[in-house]
């Protein structure tokens, strides 16, 4: 020892990369990682998100071209969004057998078979002309039990066209039993469902709107939940559970690692959390412009989701990451 010096040096295990990599505390791997992807239906070519770049709106082609992509990468799935040339105050689109996302999924479940689980948002925003999360009532308010029976439906058209994995992600109350009640009715006991329990109500999300071309006037504050709450977030989280989700989410992830942290504590199920369209859209300007080191940001945010707590990520980064993780 050097006379005077620490006895206790902690910087020992940090002296080598391979040291640095034996005693890492947390992993970040493709298989933990699930790409969000949207199709646009009457595409023939991908059409480039503007406030989301590197991320487009699929053909059926280039759908299918980026499923093979990721299934050859190891991802732990694809998470599908809709996009339908037409839209109406029902949303009449997400439950139709030949409606852009149920094809889309049929396409990427005879693409890819069982080496990649095929997910699907269950939502109707994209799909209603009012672009809110469930059908409305005459004073314009969202009807939870009538939405209820809708994504009912949609759930049994998704399982149909061949999901392994079905998203409920309207935060309507309920919306885990009526779905899990509807696809066992229909025999479809084994799709899961991963509930995007814990989501609230964030400004985030704004080149989401832009991706899914959505029509949403207002905001969706009475069904999402309230940012400035963190126990409401873990009971959402534990009411789905008791409802029969095979996996719950928090969305967004950055901004609530805390209150993942705390689901991941709290429930005996996978946990996920969603890396969101504005989370990404704000590394991609600030590397753009050089202020930071866009690789590592990459890495770095997705290593910190999984820190805390998450056992997958949904991320738009999800292919490049895993290119990044192999080199």
């Known amino acids: 020892m050097t006379p005077g010096g620490p006895v206790v040096r902690p910087r020992r295990l940090r002296r080598t990369a391979a040291l640095r990599e034996l005693v890492a505390e947390t992993t970040l791997a493709p298989r933990q990682l699930v790409l969000p992807v949207f199709v646009r239906e009457g595409a023939t070519e991908p059409v480039p998100i503007g406030s989301m770049p590197g991320v487009v709106q699929h053909s059926r082609d280039s759908l299918r071209r980026?499923?093979?992509?990721?299934?050859?990468?190891g991802l732990g799935g694809l998470m599908l969004f809709g996009i339908p040339e037409t839209k109406d105050a029902v949303g009449s689109g997400g439950c139709a057998p030949d409606g852009i996302l149920n094809v889309a999924i049929a396409d990427v479940a005879a693409e890819v078979g069982d080496a990649l689980p095929v997910m699907a948002d269950l939502c109707?925003?994209?799909?209603?002309?009012?672009?809110?999360?469930?059908?409305?009532?005459p004073d314009g308010s969202v009807d939870n039990d009538a939405t209820l029976a809708v994504y009912a439906d949609m759930a049994v058209a998704q399982a149909a066209a061949g999901v392994d994995v079905v998203g409920p992600s309207g935060m309507m109350d309920g919306q885990v039993a009526a779905i899990r009640s509807a696809l066992d009715a229909a025999g479809h006991q084994d799709v899961a469902i991963l509930a995007y329990s814990t989501k609230y109500a964030s400004a985030f999300y704004g080149p989401f709107r832009e991706a899914v071309d959505s029509s949403l006037k207002g905001d969706r504050r009475t069904y999402q939940q309230d940012g400035r709450n963190r126990i409401e977030g873990v009971r959402e989280a534990l009411l789905d559970v008791e409802q029969g989700a095979d996996l719950v989410m928090v969305k967004p992830?950055?901004?609530?690692?805390?209150?993942?942290?705390?689901?991941?504590?709290?429930?005996?199920?996978?946990?996920?959390?969603?890396?969101?369209?504005?989370?990404?859209?704000?590394v991609e300007a600030a590397a753009e412009r050089g202020w930071i080191d866009r690789e590592a940001a990459i890495l770095e945010t997705l290593t910190s989701i999984r820190r805390a707590g998450a056992d997958v990520v949904l991320t738009y980064w999800a292919a490049e990451a895993a290119g990044l993780l192999r080199r």
Do not use: K, Q, W
Request: net charge negative; proline share 2%.
């Open 66 to 73: 980026a499923a093979a992509e990721a299934a050859e990468l």
């Open 124 to 137: 109707l925003d994209e799909f209603t002309d009012h672009g809110h999360c469930g059908v409305l009532a």
């Open 253 to 282: 992830a950055l901004a609530y690692l805390d209150v993942l942290r705390e689901v991941r504590d709290a429930v005996d199920v996978p946990v996920a959390a969603y890396n969101i369209s504005g989370e990404y859209s704000m």
